[in-house]
């Protein structure tokens, strides 16, 4: 037989199911609609849909969506099947967005397997995942929910750390991506592929670094600069605007020729050198300075364009102040060609933003570390118990169940659960209460606000 033919079928398929999901976009967001991220231990992380959120927040200020977080650490897709309805459905979702594979595909494969056997344990592993995101697609679907998908963030089997490489890690992640693109071409759902991005940067960075990884050092896990680079990836197949505002104004003429997303009042020169005008925008710049994902993503570029534009000044230099505060000195040829205002973290707009910025991760390590980690427990070792558990009956069963794997190396951590569990417990419904006050806060914080702007001529 002739296999030749075959691959090249093979190939075609997979690349044109990967073209459509990549062409068909995730609808963006409205105002009222509840957004369910579904998943495992990367998406109780909750950095990556923390980003999401944050851009929302400051894009679309006038938008009031409710964004869930739905992950459990160690979750595999069977797992997403049993606590569907009183994990996700209780909050009657809109949209849920959907990642797993990392635990469904094994990454904490036994060590020593022959190549042979490797490749059998993926099959094993794939056909229970196929069949479970098949299942968990109908469940959606039924419902009329939309749903989106993303292909699995890496495993990195290529960055030199100390950390055991689990043979086969990257490799599965890859045949599970491809499930998720035929489960997009089958119910024509959007994908934001994390898989291809994260490995295109490893791979451009790992050439003059062998210890750059866009995850953690334990091959998994990404820090916040890899979350954002997922959290562009999710933007980009949204196809977000990249413009927070564009004005532009003929300081000669002394006019508005553009005011896109901002409204420009009370527009003034007293001479040729001095030039007032009052601007409100509809939106705010994205926080994201200090992050090394801008060296790796054009992320201003795609996202966080604020332009201010003053055409036909007098040659010579121009000292910008918004409210009290100077942002710089710019020559007349800067601002003819426009000047980006969200590359300046001294505006007070940034400085909003900013604050919206240390809420929006102050909640979110609530959620991950409070919220989340007491529904692992309880849809883990406590599933079998009800919510009016006795005390002794609790330290009884986790006891009991922490026995059972006491020579397992995830045992620190589980046992650790288990304590904070102990301790969170009776604070829960005010854990749940501070977690509301802070949703309320930033959508209020979040309004933009008219603000003065001088620009004055300096030599």
């Known amino acids: 037989m002739n296999i030749k033919p075959c691959i090249l079928f ?27 991220f579904l998943g495992n231990s990367i998406t109780q992380g909750g950095t990556y849909h923390t980003f999401v959120k944050l851009f929302y927040l400051t894009r679309f200020p006038e938008r009031n969506i409710h964004f869930v977080n739905a992950g459990i650490a160690g979750n595999q897709t069977f797992h997403a099947i049993e606590r569907f309805e009183t994990d996700v459905m209780v909050h009657q979702p809109d949209h849920i967005i959907v990642m797993f594979g990392m635990n469904d595909m094994g990454i904490g494969m036994a060590e020593g397997l022959s190549e042979k056997e490797i490749d059998a344990k993926i099959d094993e592993r794939l056909d229970s995942y196929s069949e479970n995101m098949y299942r968990l697609a109908a469940m959606i679907l039924d419902r009329g929910i939309t749903l989106s998908y993303i292909a699995p963030s890496i495993y990195d089997d290529q960055v030199k750390v100390k950390a055991p490489i689990r043979a086969g890690g990257n490799a599965a992640l890859a045949r599970a991506r491809e499930v998720v693109y035929q489960l997009a071409e089958k119910y024509e759902c959007p994908v934001a592929d994390f898989y291809t991005v994260m490995n295109e940067v490893n791979a451009r960075f790992q050439k003059e670094d062998p210890s750059f990884t866009v995850v953690g050092k334990d091959r ?68 994201i300075d200090g992050y090394e994902t801008l060296k790796w993503v054009p992320l201003q570029q795609d996202f966080n364009q604020e332009i201010l534009q003053v055409k036909n000044l007098p040659i010579g230099s121009y000292k910008l102040t918004i409210e009290e505060s100077e942002i710089g000195t710019f020559s007349n040829g800067d601002l003819q060609k426009g000047i980006n205002l969200a590359d300046f973290t001294n505006t007070p707009q940034y400085r909003q933003a ?73 604070l829960y419904k005010e854990t749940e209460a501070a977690i509301t006050r802070y949703e309320e806060s930033m959508w209020l914080l979040a309004q933009p606000v008219t603000l003065k702007y001088l620009l004055e001529k300096v030599k």
């Open 220 to 287: 998994v896990h990404p820090g916040i600069d890899g979350h954002l680079l997922m959290a562009y990836q999710f933007m980009k197949s949204q196809q977000l605007p990249a413009t927070v505002s564009k004005v532009v104004i003929d300081g000669a003429d002394v006019k508005v020729d553009d005011a896109e997303n901002a409204k420009v009042t009370y527009l003034r020169r007293s001479n040729p050198g001095y030039l007032f005008f009052a601007m409100k925008s509809a939106a705010l710049p994205f926080p």
């Open 354 to 426: 900013l604050t919206l910025r240390t809420l929006a991760m102050t909640q979110q390590q609530l959620i991950k570390s409070k919220i989340r980690a007491m529904k692992l427990m309880e849809y883990g070792m406590l599933k079998d118990l009800p919510q009016t558990v006795s005390q002794q009956e609790l330290d009884k069963t986790f006891e009991t169940e922490l026995a059972k794997i006491a020579d397992k190396p995830y045992y620190p951590y589980i046992k650790t659960q288990t304590e904070n569990y102990q301790m969170y417990r009776p």
């Open 10 to 36: 093979l190939f075609v398929l997979i690349f044109n199911l990967r073209v459509y999901a990549q062409e068909k976009t995730i609808p963006e967001f409205k105002n009222g609609e509840t957004v369910v």
